[in-house]
């Protein structure tokens, strides 16, 4: 019944901007809080960012100020703007919904849907 899509990934250099989606079904993301986590091979799941439900959002040390976590409620849809891209950020990055809690988490323990992913490679 729950479904989370994200597209938007690619292969790009580094220093470039790529813009993920995440479109939600099944749960209306203005009532929980959503999150984006990366997975690249040999590493854990990580944390990248968060909103809840009021469009508070949080965000991994190393991303602040370069990614921007945002939404569309009419489209019940979220977004992760990445900019200033570097070979680091290369991972599947993954879309995630508590489903019933309004408040974020840097958890992966704490979400109870995720997407299938989506490929962001950084390279010259």
């Known amino acids: 019944q729950v479904q989370l899509v994200e597209s938007g990934g690619g292969l790009v250099q580094p220093g470039d901007s790529l813009r993920l989606s995440c479109a939600a079904s099944?749960?209306?993301?203005?009532?929980?809080?959503m999150a984006w986590f990366r997975q690249s091979p040999g590493r854990e799941r990580e944390f990248v960012a968060t909103?809840?439900?009021?469009?508070?959002?949080n965000y991994l040390h190393s991303v602040e100020g370069r990614f921007t976590m945002s939404r569309d409620v009419a489209k019940n849809t979220v977004f992760l703007q990445m900019n200033s891209l570097r070979p680091e950020d290369t991972a599947v990055y993954f879309c995630?919904?508590?489903?019933?809690?309004?408040?974020?988490?840097?958890?992966?323990?704490?979400?109870?849907?995720w997407g299938q992913g989506t490929q962001v490679t950084v390279s010259s």
């Open positions: 995630a919904a508590r489903g019933a809690s309004i408040s974020g988490s840097m958890s992966k323990n704490d979400y109870n849907y």
């Open positions: 099944g749960l209306a993301i203005s009532r929980i809080a």
């Open positions: 909103i809840n439900w009021i469009g508070t959002t």
